[in-house]
């Protein structure tokens, strides 16, 4: 399968206080398939946001390039939708009235029948059906959230780009929010990239994830296969025998590994092509039980 999402050797730098410059990273590569599901996880500050913000053409590289559908990323684009932390909504505007501003944007010769159509179809998806009146000052956190979940999905971008989307919420509410993402990518076959600091966030969601080392000068240490399978549910993932290899794989990224990793790099790591892993539970004697200690 030929990449869809091409990152090329990208750099971000910084002038520093004292004269010089601060290599945030450099010579970045990794890449996604159409319909893929990746994350991405890594220390504070290492650089995470400033690659997602690449992949929006809201920032540009310093070198390299990030290529989608085989072209060379200049600037934002309605090919790519983004959601953030905070929800970013038109405080004037109602839920229907922010959907279908994207929606117009999007396709400017849709009939205005045809423009609210989409978005109460997106609105239905993410479950506000009946809220599309309100204004965000009337809507909980999460359901500001969940309308820019639909407005980001309603123009049915190439990539789907999010930004610790969920952090701010209650763990009841991003719970609901990652199942309703995940069915919604998983039944359109979006393409998505998202930054998260949650481990098990990451299990549920990615397909893949990219582990990135701490900055500056942050590499990409591993791609992870998650060896779980793609119908997963939350409610049982734990009992999966891959599990707990993976969650302890990740872990140990984040806690040891990440800051070790420029001191011990293996043999043969090449930044072009970072190694591809798939921690997956080591075979045991007859009747012992695979879980590991997380
Ligand atoms: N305008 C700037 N001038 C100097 N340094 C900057 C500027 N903007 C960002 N940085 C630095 O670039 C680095 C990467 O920032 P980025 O926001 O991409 O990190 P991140 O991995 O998303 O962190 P977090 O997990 O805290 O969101 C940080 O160390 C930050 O201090
Ligand atoms: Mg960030």
């Known amino acids: 399968m030929t990449d869809f999402i091409s990152i090329e050797s990208i750099a971000r730098r910084y002038p520093k206080a004292g004269g010089g410059e601060t290599t945030i990273f450099e010579d970045l590569w990794f890449s996604m398939n159409k319909g893929e599901f990746s994350c991405i996880i890594g220390?504070?500050?290492?650089?995470?946001?400033?690659v997602l913000n690449m992949l929006a053409g809201l920032e540009l590289p310093d070198d390299g390039v990030a290529v989608v559908d085989g072209r060379a990323i200049e600037g934002p684009s309605l090919d790519r939708a983004v959601i953030f932390q905070s929800h970013a909504l038109l405080p004037w505007r109602t839920v229907l009235?922010?959907?279908?501003?994207?929606?117009?944007?999007?396709?400017?010769?849709?009939?205005?029948?045809?423009?609210?159509?989409?978005a109460m179809r997106?609105?239905?998806?993410?479950?506000?059906?009946?809220?599309?009146?309100?204004?965000?000052?009337?809507?909980?956190?999460?359901?500001?959230?969940?309308?820019?979940?639909?407005?980001?999905?309603?123009?049915?971008?190439?990539?789907?780009?999010?930004?610790?989307?969920?952090?701010?919420?209650?763990?009841?509410?991003?719970?609901t929010l990652q199942d309703e993402v995940r069915r919604i990518c998983l039944d359109t076959g979006q393409t998505a990239f998202m930054i998260t600091h949650d481990v098990d966030e990451a299990i549920y969601?990615?397909?893949?994830?990219?582990?990135?080392?701490?900055?500056?000068?942050?590499?990409?240490?591993?791609?992870?296969?998650?060896?779980?399978?793609?119908?997963r549910r939350r409610i049982d993932l734990h009992k999966h025998p891959d599990y707990y290899a993976l969650r302890n794989h990740l872990i140990d990224f984040l806690v040891s590994r990440s800051r070790s990793f420029k001191d011990e790099i293996p043999e043969g790591y090449q930044k072009r092509h970072p190694p591809v892993v798939r921690p997956t539970a080591k075979p045991t004697a007859p009747g012992d039980d695979n879980r590991q200690v997380a």
């Not at 999905?153 to 190439?158: A, D, F, Q, R, T």
């Not at 000068?217 to 992870?224: G, K, L, R, T, Y």
Request: proline letters at 5%.
């Open 43 to 50: 220390h504070s500050g290492c650089g995470k946001t400033s």
């Open 97 to 118: 009235g922010n959907v279908s501003y994207a929606v117009s944007s999007r396709w400017r010769e849709w009939s205005s029948d045809k423009v609210r159509e989409q």
């Open 122 to 175: 997106f609105i239905e998806l993410v479950g506000l059906k009946g809220s599309e009146s309100k204004k965000p000052s009337e809507l909980s956190g999460g359901m500001k959230q969940r309308v820019g979940i639909a407005r980001a999905l309603s123009i049915e971008p190439k990539i789907l780009l999010m930004d610790e989307p969920f952090s701010a919420l209650d763990a009841l509410t991003r719970g």
């Open 205 to 231: 969601l990615a397909d893949r994830i990219v582990l990135m080392t701490n900055g500056p000068n942050a590499m990409v240490a591993e791609i992870v296969e998650n060896p779980l399978p793609r119908d």
